[in-house]
């Protein structure tokens, strides 16, 4: 049998990973997060944001927005996972409904005048919306099969690339 057929045959651990206990930590921990936001948000967040200085109280306008948007987003991509893994909707489904969720406000948007003024938690509330994201964006490419093509060690060993891939999807799971 050639590597290429080989390759082709490899079975796809990502939709199993997905489909694991590790997306229930995932789950609950975005959950809690958006709980924790909107509680904030609705009760010191608004004594915090009047206590600003106009600029500052612009941005958190601004970013407590994105944060709620971005939240919603990822609340969305929870709940159809959630679907697919107890068999309320298949994945082919899920797939369609998931691609309707465009994320918005990346953190390469945050920072500027009047960031760093922002209420500290705040800032550690857009930083862990930003973690979130991150192991969703990793949850959605492992559901879709999309591991990182790694090349094989010392020439073409099935076993290695798929070890090697492992190492790659859990290790990015982790951070």
Not at 11 to 25: N, Q
């Amino acid at each position: 049998m050639s590597e290429r057929q080989d390759i082709a045959q490899a079975v796809a651990i990502g939709p199993r990973i997905v489909a694991s206990g590790g997306f229930e930590l995932l789950y609950r921990d975005g959950m809690a997060l958006i709980e924790d936001v909107a509680a904030y948000l609705d009760g010191d967040g608004r004594g915090e944001s009047r206590q600003l200085p106009r600029e500052a109280s612009f941005v958190y306008a601004t970013e407590s927005m994105r944060l709620t948007t971005r939240l919603m987003q990822l609340a969305s991509w929870l709940l159809l996972q959630r679907a697919v893994n107890e068999g309320e909707l298949t994945a082919e489904s899920a797939r369609s409904e998931k691609e309707k969720v465009r994320f918005s406000a990346t953190p390469s948007e945050r920072g500027g005048p009047g960031f760093e003024q922002l209420p500290t938690r705040l800032r550690d509330y857009i930083a862990k919306g930003d973690r979130l994201f991150d192991r969703v964006v990793q949850f959605d490419k492992l559901e879709r099969g999309l591991l990182p093509q790694m090349p094989p060690e010392g020439g073409a060993n099935g076993v290695a690339d798929q070890l090697a891939r492992l190492k790659a999807a859990f290790g990015r799971l982790r951070d």
